[in-house]
């Protein structure tokens, strides 16, 4: 019962941890963590059975009448609001162990064009609604978290799954054009195909996005020359209440103060970055 109602076209995410909602740790993993325990608790640990949607009492979604064309794309179902109401830090989960969540966000929303983001930006402003952009919620740091106190009349999660394709690649350049919500084993296996690759692996490459590596100026394991994302950025594209951003995509440029340079590292506060051109 628990995913009932999503409006997520990916495999059911867990909502309170790592990984997918099927997923079970492997009989070794087990008896590592049994392992573990009796050298550093002898005494025995208390044991919490994993939370169930219906263990919360989530508090009521505020969100104003949802207009005709946005209501296929919002979801206001307790395992939507679930799934984005934290990132992956060991707080995160073990407030969702404790059962507190005392601020999901009022509503999900799966846009699948960038049209529908001008969309949800135009009904967020007129209604004096936060968007906060969601890519892979791997963040450690709160930065996906829906608690923007009381100025706000209502949160949105923007889920950016569904903005996942490959628009163009350029082999001789060795660039592609790429939007946002790609996660990075997609990513990696099309580039694969054309013998490229973007080469950023950082340790949540599973489910990172690659909206969310630019969000964050994410670093991977090769963090030790080129690998640091902004690194491989040549253009960026921004949706922002008041319009598109959008650089332009060239090898190099010394001219100017650096948007892209800007736009990295944002956290969202910025607008929501739909696509980037990436150097391979
Ligand atoms: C186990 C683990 C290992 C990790 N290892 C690393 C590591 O090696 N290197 C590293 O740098 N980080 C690491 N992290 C942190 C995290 O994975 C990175 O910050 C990652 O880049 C976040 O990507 P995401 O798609 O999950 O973004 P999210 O968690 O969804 O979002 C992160 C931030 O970016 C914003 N955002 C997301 N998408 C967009 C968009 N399209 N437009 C605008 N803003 C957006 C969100 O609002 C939020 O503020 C790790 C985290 C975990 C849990």
């Known amino acids: 019962m628990s995913e009932s109602g999503t409006k997520s076209l990916r ?42 949607v219906e263990d919360f009492d989530l508090p009521a979604s505020r969100l104003p009448a949802i207009p005709e064309h946005l209501s296929d794309i919002i979801s206001t179902t307790p395992y939507d609001r679930l799934v984005h109401s934290y990132g992956k830090s060991y707080a995160d989960m073990a407030r ?34 936060a968007l906060i952009p969601f890519g892979g919620g791997t963040s ?34 060795r660039r592609a054009r790429i939007q946002a919500g790609i996660k990075g084993p997609d990513l990696e296996q099309q580039l694969k195909q054309h013998g490229l690759t973007l080469r950023h692996y950082p340790q949540s490459f599973p489910f ?21 994302i902004e690194d491989m950025v040549e253009a960026t594209r921004l949706v922002t209440p008041k319009g598109i951003i959008e650089t332009r995509a060239l ?28 150097r391979l």
């Open 208 to 228: 990172v996005s690659l909206g969310g590596m630019l969000a964050t100026r994410a670093g991977g394991h090769f963090a030790t020359v080129y690998t640091h």
């Open 11 to 52: 495999k059911p995410l867990r909502f309170w941890g790592w990984g997918y909602a099927n997923e079970d740790l492997h009989p070794e993993e087990h008896a590592m963590i049994e392992t573990v325990t009796k050298m550093f608790v002898p005494e025995g640990v208390v044991e919490i059975e994993p939370p169930k």
């Open 96 to 129: 969702m162990l404790m059962r507190e969540v005392p601020n999901p966000p009022d509503a999900v929303a799966f846009p699948r064009t960038e049209d529908d983001i001008q969309q949800l930006f135009r009904y967020a402003s007129e209604n004096n609604i």
């Open 140 to 173: 450690v740091c709160g930065g996906v978290e829906p608690d923007v106190g009381d100025t706000y009349q209502a949160t949105i999660s923007v889920d950016m799954e569904n903005l996942n394709q490959i628009l163009e690649i350029d082999p001789v350049s």
């Open 251 to 278: 090898p190099g440029s010394g001219a100017g103060p650096s948007a892209d340079r800007m736009i990295c590292g944002s956290e969202g506060t910025l607008g929501i970055i739909t696509e980037a051109t990436m």
